[in-house]
């Protein structure tokens, strides 16, 4: 069975994602100067719904995370936004844990904070979570940090084409990203698979 803290600690980092009108990265971003740049615009009752993790910054907070890692949105009565997440062990069992999401930027709802620590009532241990790019029809989205410690590309499906991984690479770079950075993530038991364009 896994730890519970494990569990809090994954939640953590896996985070919230949203969208922008169309994929970012040739809209005026920074090129590696600065902060990453939000996206301008985000549809949140757009974004709703399960999103593979196709690659990711390698951080300690996965490290129990072997392969299928996804995020499940939804929106809530109260304006906040719930999050699950959820990954396979080596074992076999997966980790699977609940938090929610607050819009911070309500011109674009490109720039959020989730949480997924709650004590007596209140949700403590907000984190920054920044949509950096979102394909035009919501097929994928790079989520980012402010100071790029953290990192995340989210599908709709489990594998992205080589035309949107071309994409997903300039968006990264013009946001001050190294795509090499960025490890892919199984959705399968099949080996590691390798980001094209490497």
Request: aromatic residues 10%; hydrophobic residues 40%.
């Amino acid at each position: 069975m896994i730890p519970k803290i494990a569990i809090i600690i994954f939640v953590l980092c896996l985070g919230l994602v949203s969208s922008s009108s169309r994929a970012a990265g040739s809209d005026g971003h920074e090129t590696g100067e600065g902060r990453p740049v939000p996206v301008a615009l985000v549809d949140l009752e757009r974004y709703t719904g399960l999103w593979y993790e196709i690659a990711k910054i390698p951080n300690r907070f996965q490290r129990k995370c072997s392969r299928g890692t996804t995020a499940t949105y939804a929106l809530r009565d109260d304006g906040m936004i719930e999050v699950v997440n959820r990954c396979t062990v080596e074992d076999g069992g997966t980790i699977d844990a609940k938090g929610v999401a607050r819009v911070v930027d309500s011109d674009s709802r490109a720039r959020l904070e989730v949480s997924f620590v709650r004590f007596f009532g209140l949700q403590l241990f907000w984190g920054d979570y920044w949509i950096i790019g979102l394909e035009k029809d919501y097929q994928y989205a790079v989520v980012g940090h402010p100071d790029r410690r953290y990192g995340w590309v989210l599908a709709r499906r489990k594998a992205l084409t080589p035309d949107q991984w071309a994409e997903v690479h300039a968006i990264l770079k013009d946001n001050g990203y190294d795509p090499d950075d960025f490890e892919m993530t199984p959705q399968s038991d099949a080996a590691r698979p390798e980001s094209p364009g490497r």
